[in-house]
């Protein structure tokens, strides 16, 4: 069983920085791609950016880009959303998941099986 576990939200000021970690359980888990999700109330579930396997190769979302970098240590099995130059915007919970299949880094939810509870990111104006 996979169990994923979000850490490091709260509440920052404008331009301000966060550091997301999430904790994965389950073997294999150097295998997977794995991704950051958000929702902010009232809208739908957005991608925010994906990893590697290998922590090789990375892709943000548009609106992040340049501000966010996402990063895992495999032997820890932890990944991790370093968030800087925050927005109000970004006011959201971030979710982190697995890909379905292994050596894949997927952009779409039906692409993951497996999200951690969520940690709430409050951006403050």
């Known amino acids: 069983q996979v169990q994923l576990v979000e850490s490091g939200g709260g509440l920052v000021q404008a331009g301000g920085s966060l550091r997301l970690s999430c904790a994965a359980s389950g073997r294999s888990f150097s295998t997977y791609g794995m991704g950051w999700f958000r929702q902010a109330p009232g809208k739908e579930r957005e991608f925010v950016a994906v990893?590697?396997?290998?922590?090789?190769?990375?892709y943000y979302a548009d609106s992040v880009k340049g501000r966010f970098a996402i990063s895992r240590d495999n032997a820890k099995n932890m990944v991790y959303l370093q968030m800087n130059s925050l927005k109000p915007e970004d006011t959201a919970v971030y979710y982190c998941a697995r890909s379905k299949r292994t050596y894949t880094e997927p952009i779409f939810e039906h692409q993951y099986d497996y999200w951690g509870q969520g940690t709430q990111v409050t951006v403050s104006s």
């Open positions: 990893i590697s396997w290998s922590g090789a190769n990375t």
